[in-house]
């Protein structure tokens, strides 16, 4: 069941993403022209590097106008930032908020509304709280036999001089 709302999941995000690109909410570009690094952030460039480090549990691949981050069980996406532009072109890093959080195992892709290549990605991560494990049923009551049960005094069509 866990699978099956995992692959729900990522059909949902991915969907999502693509269907509200109108609901990223852009940083101020006259002051931000990068995505964070450190202070609970990891940026990701299209060179394929990570920034401080790679975090437990995050993969990520950027594809020209897309970026792809996986999710391993155990950790949770809470926040995404997209660089794609520049601030002179009135454009730049975006808060990718579509289908977060990401609780893994599970992937998001995601894209700059300008449809530019990605530059690079910034992620912040938190580990996950297990699910429970249902707690088995100590003492299971039987079913009582739903079938009903024929009162032997009473004359059953079988016995003979049964007029029914």
Known sequence: ???????VGMIVSMILGM???????ASNPATDQV???????????????WEPEQPVGINASIDGPQATIT???GVTLTAVCVKAGSAQQEEGPE?????????????????HSSGKDISHISVAVEESQPD????PDPDPTPEPDP??????????????????
């Open 19 to 25: 269907v509200v690109a109108s609901s990223l909410a």
């Open 71 to 73: 999710v391993a069980d």
């Open 35 to 49: 995505c964070p690094a450190g202070d609970g952030w990891y940026k990701y460039g299209a060179e394929g590097n």
């Open 132 to 135: 429970p494990d249902p707690e």
């Open 95 to 111: 808060s990718w908020t579509a289908g977060l959080p990401v609780v893994g195992p599970g992937e998001l892709t995601v894209f």
């Open 147 to 164: 079938s009903p049960v024929a009162d032997p005094a009473q004359p059953q069509p079988a016995d003979p001089g049964f007029a029914g």
């Open 1 to 7: 069941m866990k699978r099956l709302m995992t692959a």
